[in-house]
Structure formats: structure tokens, C-alpha cells
């Protein structure tokens, strides 16, 4: 009877040990399938993320180069233009980066108004001044009505854009342009006097050149 004892050891021992095979087995396909998934997952995040990226990249180009596309074709229809000047201006604006042409209208009649209100500051503290003899004096003056005129006028001339009167709101920002040249002017008057207020007013022409282009261009659209 003890002469079959190693043999049912033997055979025991070996049936003992299937099971354990089997669940290496088992273990074995599970962490192959995870490792699986995990390599998937990540393929996929790759790919999510690279799609974000051209789509950033392809949507910024597309506004950056509206932008630049609108103040080209402004400066192209006013040889008084500078499309840089269109560009510093509009990108110192954050909505302008997405903005349609209707958008950047409304944009550059803004910028025409805020700069209207600061150069009638800017002349009011010049009137401040103590040594300021009579012609500079009446001329600040002028200088100071025209561009409260204009600020009205740019003001009417938003009123036309939100009723879609283009041609109302080209007469207006037209009126309101030929505030600064006037203003320059009045300091031509008399020979040898320089004009306090030519950098403002050349900024204040560009930017109503800018706005005028735009609705120009908007009423051919």
C-alpha cells in the first residue's frame, strides 16, 4: 500500500498545481489587456490633444490675418493710411482679434471718440498755460470746439452704423475727420508758429480714416 504513496503525492501535486497555472494565466491576460488600454487611452489623448492644438493655432491664424486683411485693404483705399498704425491701433483692443468688419467699425469709432475726448483735454490744460499769447490762444480755442463737434458727430455717426445708414455714417465720420486737418490748419495762419497739437491730430485723422475705410468697405459688402 505505501509503494503507491510517491505516485498519489506525485499525482496530487500535480493536480494541485493546475489551478495556480491557470490563474497565472488569467492574471497574466489581465495585465496584458490593461496595458492594452492604457496604451489606447493614451493614443486617443494624444490625438484629442493635438486636434486642440491645430485648432487653436488654425483659429488664431484665421483672426490674425482677418485683422491684418481689413487694415490692408483700408490703407490700400487711403494712400494716408498706414496699415501699421491700422494694425497697433485695433490689436491694442482684445475683441478686435475676433471681430468681423461690422465688429471692427464699431471698434474704430470708439477709438475715434476716446481720442476726440482726450485731445479736447489735452487742449484744455495747453489753455492752462500763462505765457500764451492771443494767436495761439484763439486757436487752441478752435481747435477745442472742432473736436467737441466731431466727438457729436462721431457719436451720430455710431447712431447711422447701428441703423445700417452707411452712407449717413460716411458723411459723419467724413465731417469729423476734417476736424483735425482744420484744427492743423488754424496754426498755418501765421508764418514761423508751430502747432502745439500736430501729433494728436495726425493720430485722430488716422484713426476716422481707419473708421471711414471700414464702413466703406462694409457698405459694399
Do not use: W
Not at 494565466?25 to 495585465?31: K, N
Not at 497739437?197 to 466703406?216: C, D, H, P, R, S
Amino acid at each position: 500500500m505505501f509503494g503507491f504513496l510517491p505516485i498519489y503525492i506525485y499525482i496530487y501535486g500535480q493536480k494541485k498545481r493546475k489551478p495556480l497555472h491557470s490563474s497565472s494565466s488569467c492574471l497574466l491576460h489581465r495585465v496584458h489587456l490593461q496595458t492594452l488600454t492604457r496604451r489606447n487611452m493614451k493614443h486617443s489623448f494624444s490625438l484629442s490633444f493635438n486636434f486642440v492644438i491645430v485648432f487653436l493655432l488654425v483659429h488664431g491664424s484665421l483672426s490674425f490675418n482677418n485683422l491684418h486683411h481689413y487694415c490692408d485693404e483700408a490703407a490700400k483705399s487711403d494712400p494716408n493710411l498706414s496699415c501699421d498704425f491700422c494694425i497697433a491701433s485695433l490689436e491694442a483692443i482684445s475683441k478686435s482679434k475676433n471681430a468681423s468688419l461690422e465688429e471692427l467699425v464699431e471698434i474704430s469709432t470708439v477709438l475715434a471718440m476716446s481720442k476726440a475726448t482726450n485731445i479736447s483735454c489735452y487742449i484744455s490744460q495747453l489753455l492752462k498755460a500763462q505765457n500764451l499769447d492771443k494767436y495761439h490762444t484763439s486757436a487752441l480755442q478752435d481747435c477745442l470746439e472742432l473736436y467737441a463737434d466731431a466727438n457729436s458727430t462721431l457719436h451720430d455717426s455710431m447712431c447711422d452704423l447701428n441703423s445700417k445708414d452707411y452712407s449717413k455714417a460716411n458723411i459723419d465720420a467724413s465731417a469729423a475727420m476734417d476736424s483735425s486737418s482744420t484744427c492743423e490748419d488754424g496754426f498755418k495762419e501765421r508764418e514761423g508758429v508751430v502747432s502745439p497739437l500736430t501729433k494728436e491730430n495726425n493720430t485722430f485723422f488716422q484713426l476716422t480714416a481707419i473708421m471711414l475705410a471700414f464702413i466703406n468697405m462694409l457698405s459694399r459688402s
